[in-house]
């Protein structure tokens, strides 16, 4: 497995992924269209990092993020998404594991990550909590009614210990 800078020509191989986990609303792939879009134009311009994560030629799954508008510090996370048939073999975790040190290496030192809290979610919120994430925050109806806000951290440096 392999993660990499997404290429313009991995478009609909993305499209397919977030279509293919059967959680993400049309309203929200055809945000990640849009995003990449931007990505491919300009990322510094619209601040969207994409990840993909290739086993060949085939795209298992890809993340976008970047950094936190008006923050020297925080970078979004705003997807990963793993495709159905390459779940549970740790598409995810190389994803994340590739924004961390991305973002690192940009600078940054505290990730955040907002997700909801429908039932389908429950294996991103999960997932999020073994990455070392920490609810931090849970907006109750922010979405819709009956459809929370949660927001996950995780610092993105090592802590000195107090003494």
């Given at each position: 497995m392999l993660v990499e800078v997404s290429r313009p020509s991995d478009r609909t191989a993305i499209l397919g992924v977030a279509?293919?986990?059967?959680?993400?609303?049309?309203?929200?792939?055809?945000?990640v269209d849009e995003?990449?879009?931007g990505y491919v134009e300009s990322p510094?311009?619209?601040?969207?990092?994409?990840?993909?994560?290739?086993?060949?030629?085939?795209l298992l799954g890809f993340a976008c993020w970047g950094p936190t508008p008006l923050s020297k510090g925080a970078v979004d996370l705003y997807w990963i998404a793993t495709a159905a048939e390459a779940q549970?073999?740790?598409?995810?975790?190389?994803?994340?594991?590739?924004v961390v040190e991305a973002a690192r290496a940009a600078g940054r030192w505290l990730m955040v990550i907002w997700t909801s809290?429908?039932?389908?979610?429950?294996?991103?919120?999960?997932?999020?909590?073994?990455?070392?994430?920490?609810?931090?925050?849970?907006?109750?109806?922010?979405?819709?009614r009956g459809e929370d806000l949660c927001v996950f951290t995780r610092r993105l440096e090592a802590l000195t210990p107090q003494k």
């Amino acid at each position: 497995m392999l993660v990499e800078v997404s290429r313009p020509s991995d478009r609909t191989a993305i499209l397919g992924v977030a279509r293919s986990v059967e959680v993400f609303s049309d309203e929200e792939v055809d945000t990640v269209d849009e995003l990449f879009e931007g990505y491919v134009e300009s990322p510094e311009k619209s601040g969207y990092n994409f990840l993909s994560c290739r086993e060949g030629e085939a795209l298992l799954g890809f993340a976008c993020w970047g950094p936190t508008p008006l923050s020297k510090g925080a970078v979004d996370l705003y997807w990963i998404a793993t495709a159905a048939e390459a779940q549970g073999k740790g598409v995810a975790r190389a994803l994340f594991d590739g924004v961390v040190e991305a973002a690192r290496a940009a600078g940054r030192w505290l990730m955040v990550i907002w997700t909801s809290s429908r039932p389908e979610y429950q294996a991103a919120r999960n997932f999020y909590q073994r990455m070392g994430c920490d609810l931090v925050v849970q907006l109750t109806d922010f979405y819709d009614r009956g459809e929370d806000l949660c927001v996950f951290t995780r610092r993105l440096e090592a802590l000195t210990p107090q003494k």
